[in-house]
């Protein structure tokens, strides 16, 4: 994106300089439907806070290629101190579940023992077989009455149909490639044509 494109996009977003007020330096999609693909997984930190970020990629239409992030919070406290509401922490935990599901993965309950940080290091490492998954994505605001240049972000997953993937070409070894052709063709083959000696093997070892 070119420099003019990013200060066109910015009066876009309805930013005014006689406010005083710096845009931020993230962009967020406008409310709409969207197929997207789950682009990346990151366990991060700012300052003394540590937090998970699932992003994904628009994959076309107007927007295509921008990315939209979503923060899911396990923390324990607020910013204030105060005990982290139930619902916010569960609201986070069907958001994991749910990217889960749209890739076909079971995120397990075991996953949220122990503290939040525990967690997203857990969780990581679940998730991330699913990316480049393609889901559709449908995102609409709700009212911020504390700081209404900031309305709050609600998301809604479907699956996606994925892209076909072409058949491998048939590697079925030949019979002058395949080690295993002397047992099909019945020939015997006593201890001295092993490269070890097998009175050394035990049951479920690999020599």
Not at 1 to 6: A, C, N, Q, R, T
Not at 57 to 82: C, M, N, Y
Not at 166 to 189: L, R, Y
């Amino acid at each position: 994106m070119s420099l003019l494109d990013v200060a066109n996009k910015l009066d876009e977003s309805g930013f005014d300089p006689n406010k005083g007020k710096e845009a931020s330096g993230r962009t967020e999609l406008p409310e709409g439907e969207y197929l997207v693909s789950f682009d990346n997984i990151t366990h991060n930190a700012s300052g003394d806070k540590d937090f998970l970020m699932l992003t994904f990629k628009v994959l076309q239409g107007e927007h295509a290629d921008e990315t939209e992030s979503i923060f899911p919070t396990l923390a324990e406290t607020t910013s204030t101190g105060k005990a982290m509401p139930d619902f916010v922490i569960s609201r986070a935990i069907s958001q994991i579940k749910i990217v889960g599901a749209m890739c076909d993965i079971v995120v397990p309950n075991q996953v949220f023992a122990g503290n939040s940080t525990q967690a997203y290091e857990a969780i990581v490492p679940v998730l991330r077989p699913g990316i480049g998954t393609m889901m559709k994505l449908k995102k609409t605001f709700t009212e911020n009455k504390k700081n209404p240049d900031r309305p709050y972000s609600n998301y809604e997953f479907s699956k996606a149909k994925q892209p076909s993937m072409p058949k491998p070409e048939d590697s079925t070894p030949t019979a002058d490639e395949d080690p295993f052709k002397d047992a099909k063709t019945g020939m015997q083959i006593d201890s001295n044509d092993l490269p070890f000696d097998v009175s050394d093997m035990k049951e479920g070892s690999d020599k």
